[in-house]
């Protein structure tokens, strides 16, 4: 079951708690780049005297390098163990798939250590409870606002990996390239403020 399908179940089954979305991984990759090991062997030099020549084996090695938005990379790699199975694509899937594995502990862990502050702050004058939730109505708002924007804009850029965005013409897919940088600057704003509602609200 791959994570898509395990996300679809979790919302058949109504689970609607804080959590990592196959949505929120997407929105968190800022950048990738592939290159196979051949790739890597050209480019290297041993003291500057010579250049390597890659071994038939290197050009079965594929490499995805993935940069989140906050500059942290991740990497992830596919082997192909013989040559007449070897496909470009498929190892760029692959290796992809791989470096996304390793970013699920690691914004895992970035939420649970959210929800852990939230947990144990001091409760607002007036709090029901010490360590419930004190969030505002207009705070939750714009909570609710950037998990509406976060979902369009994992949308979007689903979009832009599809074969119709590669058919439109280069204004348009530039126009789209915008409006998604602008939808990510946005949401980091979103979050900037989401950040800066835990202080104000132990004040």
């Known amino acids: 079951m791959d994570d898509k399908a395990i996300e679809q179940q979790i919302q058949a089954k109504g689970k609607t708690a804080p959590r990592v979305t196959p949505a929120d991984i997407e929105v968190n ?28 084996s290197h050009k079965l090695l594929t490499f995805c390098v993935l940069t989140l938005r906050n500059g942290f990379t991740v990497t992830g ?41 939230a947990a144990y702050e001091p409760p607002a004058p007036g709090a029901a409870h010490a360590g419930y939730s004190t969030t505002q109505p207009h705070q939750q708002r ?15 850029v689903a979009f832009t990996k599809t074969p119709i965005f590669g058919g439109l013409d280069s204004a348009e897919r530039d126009r789209l390239g915008q409006q998604a940088a602008t939808m990510a600057m946005y949401s980091d704003i979103l ?3 989401i950040a800066a509602f835990a202080p104000a609200i132990a004040a």
């Not at 192909?80 to 498929?90: G, K, M, Q, V």
């Not at 609710?144 to 976060?150: H, P, S, W």
């Open 29 to 56: 990759i800022a950048d990738e780049a592939y290159f196979t090991a051949a790739d890597g062997v050209r480019g290297s030099t041993p003291g500057g005297l010579r250049t390597y020549v890659p071994r038939e």
């Open 77 to 117: 790699e596919s082997a192909c163990a013989s040559p007449e199975n070897f496909d470009a694509e498929i190892g760029r899937n692959i290796a992809r798939q791989n470096a996304v594995q390793k970013i699920w502990p690691l914004m895992g862990y970035a939420l649970k250590q959210q929800l852990h502050l």
């Open 142 to 156: 714009v909570v609710d606002e950037k998990a509406e924007l976060d979902e369009r804009l994992a949308k979007l």
């Open 191 to 193: 979050g900037d403020r």
